[in-house]
């Protein structure tokens, strides 16, 4: 998740007349008018309009959109940043986008380009990550690897899979795809927790989700187990509370935990999402609302599809198949719209 800096709403006075002060771009949120895509400010004032045939959300400040199939980035202004010439691009992260270049027909090699949009590591790679911590994922023959800004291949191309870089380290499989073991190493490749769990979440909370003998629990940075294998699923930690799946697949149903395994949001939920700046979507008879993380419902289910707040307050929700945003009231500041 970005931090957010809030300078939306803010009024100044020039010249007797009045202006607001533009919005920070991981303020801005995507909509949808006219078959067309712009972007809101959290109060629902539309800063760019709709022009786009899609748009992405902001990250480091620039939003990727796209024209017929060609793509580009804008700020928070909308001024083109990087021109429309991608077919295919990520989210810059880091100071750094991930585009696809095609080769022959059917081929193509992933690369990265700065906030310029130039190359900096020209496309070679059959899949990558996106930058996190300094580092990247990177895959060739077969092998995943790890390169930093420059395009330097600092942690070998050696593993079955590779992870992002969270909390310091990298979780790898090494050994075979389906017969390999799951450790994590450090920024320099040096395993910090050996090989030797068959399946793991990365770190976020200081802890890892594992699977031991069909069951999940967590382990912490030295790789002890300190939440015993007991769920059928279990996800990231994340503002100190991870979701876990309990009881038989059928009807099994998703509650929270926190740090110490003491479930302090009893299994009761189809789905559910991460808690994010102490809220949590979750569904409940096909709907979704969000809870506050002692677990009372802070806006009834109501909606066929709810995203993360984000910290201006105001979250993605879906009805009917339309797109609209709520502030954490669960009042409409966007009306759901196709």
């Known amino acids: 998740m970005n931090a957010y800096i809030r300078q939306m709403g ?15 771009a991981d303020d801005l949120h995507p909509v949808k008018k006219d078959n067309r895509w712009g972007y809101i400010d959290s109060r629902g004032n539309v800063v760019v309009e709709p022009q786009y045939d899609k748009a992405g959300k902001f990250s480091d400040g620039l939003a990727l959109v796209q024209k017929g199939d060609i793509r580009g980035f804008i700020n928070e202004k909308g001024e083109m940043i990087v021109n429309l010439t ?29 906030r310029s949009g130039a190359a900096v590591i020209h496309p070679k790679y059959v899949d990558a990550g996106d930058f996190h911590e300094g580092l990247a994922r990177v895959k060739r023959d077969g092998s995943w690897g790890y390169v930093d800004p420059a395009g330097d291949e600092v942690i070998k191309l050696q593993y079955d899979e590779a992870s992002d870089f969270s909390e310091g380290m990298a979780r790898v499989r090494v050994g075979g795809d389906w ?30 989700a594992f699977k031991e003998d069909g069951k999940w629990g967590y382990i912490n940075r030295r790789g002890e187990a300190v939440i015993e294998p ?9 503002d100190g509370r991870a979701a876990v799946l309990v009881g038989s697949m059928l009807g099994a149903k998703w509650g929270f935990i926190d740090r110490n395994g003491k479930m302090v949001v009893s299994p009761q939920y189809e789905e559910v999402r991460l808690f994010v700046f102490g809220r949590a979507a979750v569904k409940s008879g096909g709907k979704w609302g ?3 993380k002692s677990g009372r419902v802070v806006v009834k289910p109501a909606f066929d599809m709810a995203d993360a707040f984000c910290q201006a307050n105001i979250a993605l929700v879906k009805v009917d198949g339309k797109r609209g945003y709520v502030n954490s009231a669960g009042a409409y500041v966007w009306n759901p719209a196709r």
Do not use: T, W
């Open 10 to 24: 803010l009024l100044i006075v020039i010249s007797g007349s009045v202006a607001v002060m533009p919005a920070m």
């Open 86 to 114: 991608y077919h295919e691009a990520e989210s810059f992260r880091e100071g750094m986008a991930r585009v696809f270049e095609k080769q022959g027909l059917i081929g193509g090699r992933y690369g990265f380009i700065d």
């Open 179 to 208: 017969g390999g073991k799951v450790g994590f190493i450090d920024s320099k490749g040096g395993f910090v927790i050996n090989p030797k769990f068959d399946e793991c979440g990365d770190f976020n909370d200081g802890l890892a």
């Open 230 to 238: 007991q769920f059928a699923q279990a996800r990231l930690f994340s």
């Open 290 to 292: 969000y809870i506050d």
